[in-house]
């Protein structure tokens, strides 16, 4: 038995997550590349959560560092502070992330050990006719 859906939500979130890394390598090199694909990452993200039906109680709770990040309107105005806040939500985002991926990659594990058992129990009751 596959789950289609929870396929699918691995592949979004890995696509995102990949997606995400790039965007990253954009801060701190041009302003006006960061700025202008943040509209798409942030639509991206946005179609992520709804495709791994999150609600939006959760994203606003642990996705706070990538809205942090997806709020910054300019790189020259940020104080040192502020830019030590930022790193920390780039790597805040990475661990929500990941941590959403491996949630849908324990669950693939549990299926596929459930099938397993499943297919072990019907090939012993096929033995014993």
Do not use: A
Not at 4 to 20: M, S
Not at 119 to 125: E, G, N, P
Request: aromatic content about 14%.
């Amino acid at each position: 038995m596959i789950d289609k859906k929870l396929e699918n939500n691995i592949k979004d979130t890995e696509r995102f997550l990949e997606f995400w890394s790039k965007f990253h390598q954009l801060y701190g090199s041009k302003e006006e590349n960061f700025l202008s694909t943040r509209t798409l990452v942030n639509s991206r993200f946005q179609d992520l959560m709804d495709s791994v039906g999150m609600k939006h109680s959760q994203r606003l709770t642990k996705g706070f560092p990538i809205y942090e990040i997806l709020s910054i309107e300019n790189f020259s105005g940020m104080s040192d502070e502020k830019l030590k806040r930022i790193e920390e939500c780039w790597t805040d985002s990475y661990y929500f992330l990941t941590s959403v991926l491996n949630q849908f990659q324990k669950k693939k594990k549990r299926i596929e050990r459930f099938n397993k058992l499943v297919f072990t129990i019907k090939s012993l009751l096929r033995r014993r006719k």
